[in-house]
């Protein structure tokens, strides 16, 4: 088995000792307290008061600016949340955390460049939730009636605002615009997570330079004047979409497990 550092995201100080359990590296965003223990999004480079909007991607943009240039290459580093893990087996349930969650790389993963999660589907939306939610989206595309064709640009239409994945497809440079957007139009299901386990610094640079040059193009578009949970988010939800399709794209890639099981329950004391 090879080492691998994983970086484990979290919101509060109070989950460091079951972090420093799973032998990860407590991180810690936005802008609470936490203790000297954790690594920080606020210190060095950093746009750290854009966490609410961003979510993870404040810590990885940190991590880009301050850390990435320090590590060997050929050095797995991966990314997890506190409410998302990484499986060390093949399993998409995990009860015990701290048994199943994964703290090395299998010999198997030699044959890639980068890790990234499971498919999750979006198709076969609850027709309550299309009535709440998506009158203006089925109105953009009602061919959504059918189950086939509530594709990733439906379910986001429907979910963090109509046309919103449209107007930042354009912003994109011309060599990912068309194939993103053919991405959104033609897939009913994504990798999920927002999150990755990479072993070339090159890689991880490019995918960095690529997000956040579009992110800020979006934000001049968007702006800041954001409301509810999943308008507030609206960079780290586009970040979500495009992260599998950039590395389905670029690099040679293994989907993995990731299960969910949040480290404030009281089963992960």
């Known amino acids: 088995m090879i080492n691998l550092d994983m970086y484990c995201i979290c919101l509060n100080d109070n989950l460091l000792n079951r972090v420093k359990k799973l032998k990860y590296i407590p991180v810690g965003v936005g802008q609470e307290k936490f203790s000297k223990e954790w690594l920080l999004d606020s210190t060095g480079k950093n746009i750290s008061a854009k966490n609410k909007f961003y979510g993870e991607y404040t810590f990885h943009f940190w991590f880009w600016k301050n850390i990435l240039n320090k590590i060997p290459d050929n050095h797995w580093i991966g990314f997890c949340a506190y409410r998302r893990f990484w499986s060390n087996k093949k399993y998409t349930t995990v009860p015990n955390i701290y048994e199943n969650a994964l703290k090395n790389v299998p010999d198997d993963w030699n044959n890639y460049d980068a890790i990234i999660g499971n ?134 890639t293994l989907e993995w497990p990731i299960v969910f099981n949040d480290l404030r329950s009281g089963i992960n004391k």
Request: net charge positive; hydrophobic share 40%.
């Open 119 to 252: 498919q999750i589907h979006i198709n076969g939306i609850k027709w309550i939730k299309i009535i709440k939610y998506g009158k203006i989206a089925l109105l953009r595309n009602p061919l959504a009636l059918l189950k086939s064709k509530q594709n990733i640009r439906f379910q986001f239409d429907m979910f963090h605002g109509n046309g919103v994945l449209d107007k930042a497809i354009e912003l994109l440079d011309d060599k990912d615009k068309h194939d993103f957007k053919k991405y959104v139009f033609n897939n009913t299901s994504y990798n999920q997570g927002n999150m990755f386990i990479c072993k070339s610094k090159k890689i991880m640079n490019e995918y960095y330079q690529t997000i956040f040059k579009w992110l800020y193009e979006c934000e001049k578009i968007f702006g800041f004047d954001l409301h509810g949970y999943n308008k507030i988010r609206i960079y780290a939800f586009l970040a979500e979409r495009f992260l599998p399709y950039w590395f389905n794209k670029y690099v040679k």
